[in-house]
């Protein structure tokens, strides 16, 4: 039975916000393993000398190698064994990695332990936010997700703390072994847990669901959701297990191409390389070596947490689509701005200045749109058969791009320089823009299944169509 009165309400709310600030633990992992790399490679470099540039190219992308695998087993796994499971293997997996990379006697051990982190990175890249949007009620499951970005960031910026922190004593193997800290925080607590009440459903449980929706929702909000769930559940013909053939289905399609598109625009916009060329850019402006260095980059990860906390309080307010539309605009605006910046390639205070605030307000405008709604969005649109499945092939072009970014930029920044670069984003960042505005829905306080049954042309207990 569900709690009643404010105390229940205030119950069910503080048990969703623990469950979704313990699964986001994944996210921090996301964000720190991601980032403490390049505080490392310095001192691995030394400990590992001679090492070729290739070799360095491998240590650093083979994370993302391992990502790509994780998120499109990620899918499979939560669809077929449940997303709680599929949470615990990352913890798992993250604590290992963690351990092979600080303990590594050999590159070859150390490559392997960066692969290993990766999956754990690709895996927990989906599950977190998948987990979090079935659990959370309707009106705050955009904030209750982001939950996850904003644990990204703060992983980043924790990785350049810690970078910092251990850089005088050379300690490479700190910087990776203290990530095991969450990974046990993420196991334990997952541990805790239940399972998400949608998956219990769809695979028969309907008591098991109803108890756990019972710690999230009043009695009525489990009526309604339990009633637009069978409704969906209905509409499905008797099929049996989930495929990646699905996927091509009609009436799939178009939420796929809006999970790929904005997976592939999060990435070829260039976040990644603005937040590690971010010192490099400021010293082509004339800006100094050494402190300037670590300071810019801190600058550049309290900016991304600052905007994040925005976003999260503006996504359920003022919408997922707005954001994007704004925060890309914000993106174009700031790219083509360094563009000139470097093309006209002063070294002035003034220039110096202009180049900070681009790089700022580049950072704020990700933050506010295509950073949290793009791992938000994916969690939403899919139908509860497939989640897991389709969340994997969009997490999949995201870690995809993300790849093909890193291995092409040196060669973009060889043949377009520094402002060729970044009129190159900014325009990807217009067709982003254009893809956003024509296709991208509406998802704010409607239930996954209203939001399903909008992509089905439906109607379920309390929708609207979406489109
Ligand atoms: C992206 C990462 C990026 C991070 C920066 C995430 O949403 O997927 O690629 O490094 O945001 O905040």
Known sequence: MAAGGVSGVRKRRRFVNTAAAITATGGLLFGYDTGVISGAL????????????????IIVSFLLVGAVIGAVSGGPISDRFGR????????????????????????????????????????????????????????????????????????????????????????????????????????????????????????????????????????????????????????????????????????VRPMLIIGIGLAVFQQITGINTVIYYAPTILQGVGFSEGGAIAATALGVGVVNVGFTILAVYLIDRVGRKPLLIVGLIGMVVSLTLLGFVFATGGSSGVTGVLATACLGLYIASFAISLGPVFWLMISEIYPLRIRGTAMSVASLANWGSNFLVALSFPIILAGFGGAGAFWLFAVLGIVAWVFVYLKVPETKGRTLEQIEAGFRGVEVAGSRRVR
């Open 42 to 57: 310095l001192f691995i470099r030394q400990d590992f000398a001679p090492l070729s540039p290739f070799m360095e190219g």
């Open 84 to 251: 709680r499971p599929t949470v615990l293997i990352a913890a798992v997996i993250f604590g290992i990695g963690a351990l092979a990379v600080a303990f590594s006697p050999s590159v070859f051990i150390l490559v392997f332990g960066r692969l290993i982190l990766g999956l754990g990175v690709g895996l927990a890249s989906m599950i977190v936010p998948l987990y979090i949007a079935e659990i959370a009620p309707a009106d705050r499951r955009g904030a209750l997700v982001s939950l996850n970005q904003l644990m990204i960031t703060i992983g980043i910026l924790l990785s350049y703390i810690v970078g910092v922190i251990f850089a005088p004593v050379e300690g490479w193997r700190y910087m990776f072994g203290v990530a095991i800290v969450p990974a046990i925080i993420l196991g334990v607590g997952m541990f805790r847990l239940p399972e998400s009440p949608r998956w219990l459903f769809e695979n028969g449980r309907i008591d098991r669901a109803r108890e756990v929706l019972g710690r999230t929702r009043s009695e009525q909000e489990i009526e309604l959701e339990f009633k637009e769930m069978e409704e969906i559940k209905n509409q499905e013909r008797n099929r049996a297990r989930v495929s990646y053939r699905e996927l091509l289905e009609p009436y």
